[in-house]
């Protein structure tokens, strides 16, 4: 499979109209355990990016992924800008100069941006945090790079995002309510299943 800049452009228009679709459930979301803006920032950020890369003519994967990072860092606040900023300007340093990347390729890009996202936020796995959507995901697609099925990706990612449910909040605003968090959604795992959902949809429909 080739993945080239019209599928990266498809994915993100559609992850972003996705997270304009669904911004009040995030907001709520993060109004049960946090600071209630991560809905509003992920839709203004995604909004910020589908205008950017609407506009923007690319020659390689690396320039428009530096681009979403690059944008997501100067117009989302909270934690989700630089999370979601870094993750996208760690898979740039991965895809400079590749006109079109392959599964492995892809993989390599999502493990580096999963490794900055966990540098930046200092999380772990079952924190009650994105990393609990973001590492089983990537865990998958590098075992899998040659088989993968994009339906268990999304599959995987909404499964891993219901089950931030039962756990306890270790980082961020929601551990402030300790045990008392158990019992809601996270919503950064929430955003990251979208993430993986729209990617994967894009990716099946290639694929075929």
């Not at 490794?115 to 930046?120: F, H, L, W």
């Amino acid at each position: 499979m080739e993945i080239g800049v019209e599928e990266i452009k498809q994915w993100l228009q559609q992850l972003s109209q996705t997270l304009q679709n669904k911004k009040e459930y995030l907001t709520d979301l993060d109004q049960a355990i946090g600071d209630g803006d991560h809905g509003l920032n992920m839709a203004r950020g995604f909004k910020e990016v589908s205008v950017k890369i609407e506009n923007t003519s690319y020659t390689d994967l690396g320039l428009i992924f530096k681009d979403t990072g690059m944008t997501l860092l100067t117009k989302v606040g909270g934690a989700s800008g630089p999370l979601y900023g870094t993750a996208f300007i760690k898979c740039a340093t991965v895809l400079t100069g590749k006109v079109t990347m392959n599964v492995s390729e892809l993989t390599d890009a999502l493990e580096a941006a999963l490794n900055g996202i966990q540098a930046r936020g200092k999380a772990n796995l079952f924190d009650k945090t994105m990393i609990d959507v973001w590492e089983p995901v990537v865990s998958y697609l590098k075992d899998h790079k040659d088989s993968v099925d994009w339906e268990d990706v999304m599959r995987l990612s909404n499964e891993k995002m219901e089950a931030t449910k039962d756990l306890e909040a270790k980082k961020g605003r929601a551990s402030y309510l300790g045990k008392r968090s158990i019992g809601f959604i996270d919503p950064g795992a929430t955003s990251s299943a979208y993430f993986f959902t729209e990617l994967s949809k894009v990716l099946k429909g290639v694929s075929k």
